[in-house]
């Protein structure tokens, strides 16, 4: 009918079913991702820049990187300061995707 608005439909996707790994897996692949952490079932890292440009700046790089990968963080923005966990909703738990994510803002960071 004219004038009515369709229902909004959300699709949430996945990255290919990975399969979530055990927290000594995680725990074991931590030396690919150097300044990153497991902390509550997730990847997790803290980063301090200069000002609030440069954080801003850098979470712009990690999100055309995220958005590359379908893979989105949780984070937090304080002035100078950013929080980062990583984990699969999807899947519940850290993945392979997670560790790919996670080299990537490393890359970001300049590391």
């Known amino acids: 009918m004219a004038g009515e608005v369709p229902p909004i439909v959300v699709a949430h ?8 790994l055990t927290s000594e897996e995680a725990a ?3 030396t690919e ?14 980063l301090t820049f200069r000002n609030f440009v440069e954080a801003f700046g850098f979470m712009t790089k990690v999100a055309l ?15 100078n300061r950013v929080a980062i966990d990583i984990s699969s909703h999807a899947e519940g738990g850290i993945t392979d995707g997670c560790f790919a994510l996670a080299a990537a803002i490393n890359q ?4």
Do not use: Y
Request: aromatic share 6%; glycine share 12%; no cysteine.
């Open 33 to 46: 991702v150097p300044g990153w952490e497991v902390a509550d079932g997730a990847l997790h890292r803290e």
């Open 65 to 79: 990187e995220a958005e590359k990968l379908n893979h989105h963080p949780d984070w937090s923005n304080s002035w």
């Open 28 to 30: 074991a692949r931590l």
């Open 13 to 20: 996707a996945t990255m290919g079913g990975m399969a979530t």
């Open 108 to 111: 970001a960071a300049g590391e």
